[in-house]
């Protein structure tokens, strides 16, 4: 049996760890919606990992059914970026989107980083329900005294 130390794992190790040290963060640390109902406005949240060197973020989306893409520039405060995407544009069954961060220099990063316009991200969206929609008339019978 060979040691778990050998020169060659030692040799290996050593050229990878620099590979390893040098993974980049992503500037996007996460994304959060409100509650996704057809019709009703979705407030989105997107939390960046530093906000040095952001000169604006866009929130890249497209209602079910659609094939163009549309850009709304969002709202930054501190590490947060937000926007609310209106009620025409959330449709059932998803909405699709990705977020695009403008940087010093002209360098862009997207959320999700590989192929956000042909992977993008869903939201899926709750159709509402049969009997929201229902109108109910409440009334008294003949006769009958209502406080």
């Known amino acids: 049996m060979k040691s778990f130390m050998s020169p060659r794992f030692l040799l290996l190790f050593l050229l990878c760890s620099p590979i390893l040290s040098a993974q980049i963060v992503p500037i996007v640390s996460k994304v959060t919606t409100g509650e996704a109902a057809e019709g009703k406005p979705l407030a989105v949240t997107v939390e960046l990992s530093q906000n040095v060197g952001v000169t604006r973020v866009l929130f890249v989306h497209r209602s079910f059914g659609q094939s163009e893409f549309k850009e709304v520039e969002m ?64 009334s008294p019978e003949p006769g009958e005294t209502v406080a």
């Not at 025409?88 to 999700?112: D, F, I, S």
């Open 75 to 138: 709202q930054m405060a501190g590490r947060n970026a937000s926007m609310t995407l209106p009620g025409n544009a959330v449709k059932a069954p998803y909405v699709e989107y990705y977020v695009r961060v403008e940087l010093v220099g002209n360098r862009l990063e997207t959320y999700p980083v590989q192929n956000p316009d042909t992977n993008p991200i869903k939201i899926s969206i709750k159709e509402p329900d049969p009997k929201d929609l229902e109108v109910r008339v409440l």
